[in-house]
């Protein structure tokens, strides 16, 4: 009955959650959880899956944090969905312990933020935007500001600018923006 309890608090909830026993099997996925991933159990255990879909080793991986005894706070993660946009989660986890401090095994719980982010890019590019326009004279001044300030928000790894050249009324490249992480 207390399992079917918590099984049906948690599959309630709007926030990832998995949990561990103390030997590192995967005992509990919620709801939210499924729909973040359909990963199997084994993968999640393993953690393949979000090695695969994030830029996490398995060692930096809040399970497997949380299953060491850390207390994971505030992780950003960006996960990669096949056929889907990716998503931002902001990740909470820790170890669970009884009364003694035994290990009993671990919870983390993944909070979709992706809206929130992605909000908050726009706002920025806004603002650069707008400082930009207020500093320029000219397009072609403006251009690659502009562009970084798109291309950041976008999460492109490279923009180009073309105006027409009214004189030969032929397309010219004005300026381009490549991510410095980014090798054309």
């Known amino acids: 009955r ?10 309630s909830v709007d926030v990832g959650v998995l949990a561990c026993d103390g030997d590192g099997r995967l005992v509990l996925r919620n709801n939210a959880m499924r729909d973040i991933t359909d990963a199997t159990a084994a993968e999640i255990e393993s953690g393949r899956w979000l090695e695969e879909s994030s830029h996490l080793s398995a060692a930096e991986q809040p399970m497997a944090r949380a299953y060491a005894g850390q207390h994971v706070r505030d992780l950003e993660i960006d996960v990669r969905t096949p056929g889907a946009r990716n998503k931002t989660f902001l990740v909470n986890g820790q170890p669970i312990r009884d009364a003694d401090g035994a290990r009993l095994g671990a919870v983390v719980a993944l909070h979709d933020v992706t809206d929130r982010r992605r ?3 726009f706002l920025e590019c806004e603002l650069a935007v707008t ?4 500093e320029a004279t000219t397009v072609e001044e403006a251009g ?4 970084e300030a798109v291309a950041i928000a976008l999460r492109w790894p490279h923009a180009e600018l073309w105006l027409v050249d009214k004189v030969g009324n032929v397309l010219r490249n004005c300026t381009y923006w490549t991510d410095p992480r980014y090798q054309l």
């Open 131 to 134: 400082r930009v326009f207020e």
């Open 119 to 121: 909000a908050q890019r």
């Open 2 to 11: 207390e399992r079917r309890f918590l099984q049906a608090l948690l599959d």
């Open 144 to 147: 690659r500001g502009v562009l």
